[in-house]
T-cell receptor
Framework: EPEVTQTPSHQVTQMGQEVILRCVPI?????FYWYRQILGQKVEFLVS????????KSEIFDDQFSVERPDGSNFTLKIRSTKLEDSAMYFC?????????????FGDGTRLSIL | AQTVTQSQPEMSVQEAETVTLSCTYD???????LFWYKQPPSRQMILVIR??????QNATENRFSVNFQKAAKSFSLKISDSQLGDTAMYFC?????????FGTGTRLQVFP
């Protein structure tokens, strides 16, 4: 069964450094998402992306964050200048359709640790 | 605003028994989707079951079934014949426009 893959599985970065989290969505999917889960808390929506542009973003997704689909397969999340509070699990998801008729499939996540 | 509430932070059940996890939500939309996701200790997010609000029939997937009460905005998950591998966090989620809105989760422990 096709999977969403995320790399790296764990990223350790110094505060203030830039970090790029990478995702390869399922190949025929058109809608892409990033979510964040701070340890012990619920999963929170960050951003959705379709047709090479952001569809919706949350209050968390401020100017420090950006997303890109640099080629036909990768979908990246960049954090420009990391803060301690950016430490979290970051999940990428993709779906064929916008509605739940085709549910979102999640990757295994990238654990981001900011020192 | 759309919200999802899971009022049971932790539940436990003995192997082979049945357990029900509760979820309520709030929305003004008439058609939408609801989901249960499982997050084992490895922290993957695994889709367990989904329900379209348009359909009155409750969804089932093997040992997992839901009790969907649209008027009450309730969407509970029943796990029958619980197995040790069911030990995980369970998140209820509502599909809003372009995003999933998650509840705070219920930690389920299955005991032998």
């Amino acid at each position: 069964e096709p999977e969403v893959t995320q790399t790296p599985s764990h990223q350790v970065t110094q505060m203030g450094q830039e970090v790029i989290l990478r995702c390869v969505p399922i190949s025929n999917h058109l809608y892409f998402y990033w979510y964040r889960q701070i340890l012990g808390q619920k999963v929170e929506f960050l951003v959705s992306f379709y047709n090479n542009e952001i569809s919706e973003k949350s209050e968390i997704f401020d100017d420090q964050f950006s997303v890109e689909r640099p080629d036909g397969s990768n979908f990246t999340l960049k954090i420009r200048s990391t803060k301690l509070e950016d430490s979290a699990m970051y999940f990428c998801a993709s779906s064929e359709a916008r509605t739940g008729s085709q549910p979102q499939h999640f990757g295994d996540g990238t654990r981001l640790s900011i020192l | 605003a759309q919200t999802v509430t899971q009022s049971q932070p932790e539940m436990s059940v003995q192997e082979a028994e049945t357990v029900t996890l509760s979820c309520t939500y709030d929305t003004s939309e008439s058609n939408y989707y609801l989901f249960w996701y499982k997050q084992p200790p490895s922290r993957q997010m695994i889709l367990v079951i989904r329900q379209e609000a348009y359909k009155q029939q409750n969804a089932t997937e093997n040992r997992f079934s839901v009790n969907f009460q649209k008027a009450a905005k309730s969407f509970s998950l029943k796990i029958s014949d619980s197995q040790l591998g069911d030990t995980a966090m369970y998140f209820c989620a509502f599909e809003g426009t372009d995003k999933l809105i998650f509840g705070t989760g219920t930690r389920l422990q299955v005991f032998p």
